[in-house]
């Protein structure tokens, strides 16, 4: 054996190159994986001399093998996407996932929040509602169980968030689009339920500055999580009073974009990049169905897959210490610019 010695089952995994929930599934019950791989796992436990914390497995093993999963609304494909991603890895390293949703609504969430604790799981994955959470509810919950928060966060509240890089990504597509045409005005709720929508607002206005141009904020009226409705309905309002202020229109999020899309074709504007075209739009998230507009959306892509895994990663790596996280951590994406043809 060479090297530092492995303090836990996260650099275990790394340095034997086999998954974080393989290894934790092989130590939850060797027989649970296959031959071929437990044979690999115990191989490298003899190579590197490693045994895993017993004090932290069987702590956890007081609690069920139950991990809470929670997200503000399901019904917004992007979540339910999210939390797909969660419960399979979930499931590959031998937990139980069960999943709540709060359908923006603060009183069902704090229901929620009550029923998982009642279930006592090993660990818990919370995007609260965020503006609109009871704060006191949510910390309840982390100081019982080890809890990661993802796409929402809420400072201070768990050992660590993982969600997007909103400066990044709302950085780079309003440097596209100024590239590519008129700088863009940026359309969203005055009061969003959703707290990155106040980041996207704040990297929106400290890229225009940056680049020199003034910024147009279209603020408009609305409450919960119906973004298509809210986007179409205000969307005709704006446009019938001509208040976009440029060609160009970056709504906060890919759903109300959508609707901005559906209130341009009520009102006659051709939407896109070419000639004749009086409007461009575009969005944020990479929504599954941005691609199937008409036009297609321009967007920026959330990485999905990247913020479920580092999530699930996370919390298991919460399991494997005697004591909670001295510092909490944050861990952000880059988003990645999606071209087509609205912008």
């Not at 490693?50 to 497995?57: C, E, G, W």
């Not at 929402?152 to 597509?173: D, H, K, T, Y």
């Not at 929106?204 to 409450?223: C, H």
Request: glycine fraction near 8%; hydrophobic fraction near 35%.
């Amino acid at each position: 054996m060479s090297g530092s010695k492995i303090r836990n089952m996260e650099e275990f995994a790394s340095v034997s190159g086999i998954s974080r929930p393989t290894v934790s599934k092989y130590f939850n019950d060797p027989n649970s994986v296959r031959q071929s791989t437990r044979h690999r796992i115990e191989r490298a436990l003899e190579r590197y001399d490693y045994r895993p914390n017993i004090y932290a497995v069987n702590q956890n093993r007081r609690l069920t093998k139950n991990i809470g999963i929670m997200v503000p609304y399901l019904a917004d494909p992007f979540f339910a996407e999210i939390a797909r991603n969660i419960e399979r890895l979930c499931i590959d390293a031998g937990f139980r996932p069960i999943l709540f949703s709060s359908h923006g609504d603060v009183s069902l969430e704090n229901e929620n929040l009550d029923a998982l604790r009642a279930l006592k799981p090993g660990g818990a994955l919370i995007a609260p509602l965020g503006r609109a959470s009871d704060r006191a509810e949510i910390e309840k919950i982390c100081a019982d169980v080890p809890t990661v928060l993802f796409d929402s966060n809420i400072e201070g509240v768990g050992e660590a968030f993982v969600g997007s890089n909103n400066a990044q990504s709302i950085g780079l597509i309003v440097e596209y689009l100024c590239r590519t045409g008129e700088p863009p005005c940026f359309f969203e709720l005055k009061a969003p339920p959703n707290p990155n929508a106040n980041k996207r607002r704040a990297a929106y206005i400290a890229a225009l500055e940056r680049l020199g141009y003034p910024p147009r904020l279209v603020q408009v009226d609305g409450e919960g999580w119906d973004f298509e409705e809210i986007g179409y309905r205000e969307g005709v309002r704006v446009i019938e009073q001509n208040g976009f202020a440029t060609d160009t229109v970056l709504c906060s999020n890919d759903r109300l974009a959508i609707g901005v899309l559906a209130a341009a074709y009520e009102k006659g504007l051709r939407v896109g990049r070419g000639t004749g075209c009086a409007l461009r739009i575009a969005g944020h998230d990479d929504h599954p169905f941005s691609r199937y507009t008409c036009p297609a959306l321009t967007t920026v892509s959330q990485d999905y897959t990247a913020i479920a895994s580092k999530s699930v990663e996370t919390l298991f790596g919460l399991f494997d210490t005697e004591s909670r996280k001295a510092e909490r951590e944050t861990v952000l994406f880059d988003g990645r610019l999606i071209m087509r043809q609205s912008a």
